[in-house]
C-alpha cells in the first residue's frame, strides 16, 4: 500500500482513528441535538471562523459559539452525554413523555392539557432527581399540596 508523504504506519492509524472517532461524534450530536449548527458571520456578511447553535439549559435557551465546527461538536458531545448521565428528573421525564406523544400524533390542546396537571406537582418534588424522591416526601406533598388544591376528577 502506497501511503501519503510523510505517512508512516503509526501515523495513519492514528489519524483514521481520530477521524473515526470525530465522525461518531457527529453521529452522537445529531442524534440528541435539535437546533442548526452554523457557521457565525459578522455583521459585514462575512464568516469570521467561529460556530454556533443553541442548547437549552434549565429550561432557557442559551446560545454557544465556538472557534471551530469540531470544537463546536466536542463540546455538544460532552453536552448530551452528561445530560444522559446525570439522574432524571420528574421534569426531564415529563418533557421525553410530552415528546413520545406528541410523536404519536396528540394534538396540541392535550399537550397543553398534560402541561396543566403538571402544574399540581411541587416545583421541589418536579426537580429532584426521581431516584432520591422518598415515599415521606409524596405523601407529605399529597396530603399538604395537593389535596388542598382541589383537583377536578375527568371522567
Given at each position: 500500500?502506497?501511503?501519503?508523504?510523510?505517512?508512516?504506519?503509526?501515523?495513519?492509524?492514528?489519524?483514521?482513528?481520530?477521524?473515526?472517532?470525530?465522525?461518531?461524534?457527529?453521529?452522537?450530536?445529531?442524534?440528541?441535538?435539535?437546533?442548526?449548527?452554523?457557521?457565525?458571520?459578522?455583521?459585514?456578511?462575512?464568516?469570521n471562523g467561529y460556530w454556533y447553535t443553541h442548547?437549552?439549559?434549565?429550561?432557557?435557551?442559551?446560545?454557544?459559539?465556538?472557534?471551530?465546527?469540531?470544537a463546536l461538536y466536542d463540546f455538544l458531545f460532552?453536552?448530551?452525554?452528561?445530560?444522559?448521565?446525570?439522574?432524571?428528573?420528574?421534569?426531564?421525564?415529563?418533557?421525553?413523555?410530552?415528546?413520545?406523544?406528541?410523536?404519536?400524533?396528540?394534538?396540541?390542546?392535550?399537550?397543553?392539557?398534560?402541561?396543566?396537571?403538571?402544574?399540581?406537582?411541587?416545583?421541589?418534588?418536579?426537580?429532584?432527581?426521581?431516584?432520591?424522591?422518598?415515599?415521606?416526601e409524596l405523601r407529605m406533598w399529597l396530603v399538604?399540596?395537593?389535596?388542598?388544591?382541589?383537583?377536578?376528577?375527568?371522567?
Amino acid at each position: 500500500m502506497l501511503l501519503p508523504a510523510g505517512y508512516t504506519g503509526t501515523r495513519l492509524h492514528i489519524t483514521i482513528m481520530t477521524k473515526t472517532k470525530t465522525e461518531a461524534k457527529k453521529l452522537y450530536v445529531g442524534d440528541h441535538h435539535k437546533f442548526r449548527i452554523a457557521p457565525l458571520y459578522s455583521k459585514d456578511g462575512k464568516r469570521n471562523g467561529y460556530w454556533y447553535t443553541h442548547i437549552y439549559v434549565d429550561g432557557k435557551r442559551k446560545v454557544v459559539q465556538k472557534a471551530s465546527e469540531d470544537a463546536l461538536y466536542d463540546f455538544l458531545f460532552d453536552f448530551y452525554l452528561e445530560q444522559e448521565s446525570r439522574p432524571k428528573t420528574f421534569d426531564d421525564v415529563f418533557e421525553m413523555f410530552v415528546e413520545f406523544k406528541r410523536a404519536r400524533g396528540r394534538s396540541e390542546s392535550t399537550i397543553k392539557d398534560y402541561r396543566l396537571y403538571r402544574g399540581f406537582i411541587d416545583k421541589k418534588i418536579r426537580n429532584k432527581a426521581l431516584v432520591s424522591i422518598t415515599e415521606d416526601e409524596l405523601r407529605m406533598w399529597l396530603v399538604s399540596d395537593f389535596l388542598k388544591q382541589k383537583p377536578k376528577k375527568k371522567l
